[in-house]
C-alpha cells in the first residue's frame, strides 16, 4: 500500500519542507508517502472565492490515484486519537487499497471533492495553517504506522 497527500498550495517553507521530508523518510518502508503538490485558484480583489475552490477541486480530483481510498481534511469530519488513527490505518491496510489524503486551500475542499471523499478526518477544533497540516498529517501516519509495528516512537 502506498500514500500520497494532495494538497492546495506550492512552495512550502523551508522548515516545513524539511520536517515533512524527515517523516516521509521514515515511512518509507511502512508507507510510501508522495506528496502532489496543486495549485492554487486565483483570488484576491475582484476575485470569486467559490470559482477558485471549484478550480482547485478539479485539480486536486485529477491528481487522484487510481481506485485509492480518500480522505479529506476537513473540520467537520471525525478527530481520531493517535491510537483510533492507528486502528483506521490498520483498516485501510486490509481493504488492499492505496491511499489519498487531500488538504484543500484556504475556503476548505469544493464540494466535490468532499462528495467524493470515502471519509473525511479532522485535526481537530483549531485552525491550523495549511502547509502545517502537511507535516502534523505526515508525522501523525508516521505515529499510526509506528503504533501498528510495535515501534517505541509512540509512548502514551
Partial sequence: MKARLVA?????PGWVAEGFAEYQKRLSHWLPLELVEVAPGLRGKGRDA?????DEGV????????????????GRGKAWSSEQLAQRLEHWR????????LIGGPEGHAPDV???ADET????????????VRLVLAEQVY?????????PYHRA
Fill in 8 to 12: 492546495v498550495g506550492e512552495k512550502a
Fill in 94 to 101: 486490509q481493504q488492499g487499497r492505496d491511499l489519498a489524503f
Fill in 114 to 116: 468532499l462528495a467524493a
Fill in 59 to 74: 485539480r486536486v480530483q485529477a491528481a487522484l490515484p487510481r481506485n485509492a481510498w480518500v480522505v479529506a481534511l476537513d
Fill in 121 to 132: 478526518w479532522s485535526l481537530g477544533p483549531l485552525t491550523l495553517p495549511h502547509m502545517l
Fill in 143 to 151: 505515529r499510526a504506522a509506528s503504533l501498528l509495528a510495535n515501534h
Fill in 50 to 54: 467559490a470559482r477558485a475552490m471549484a
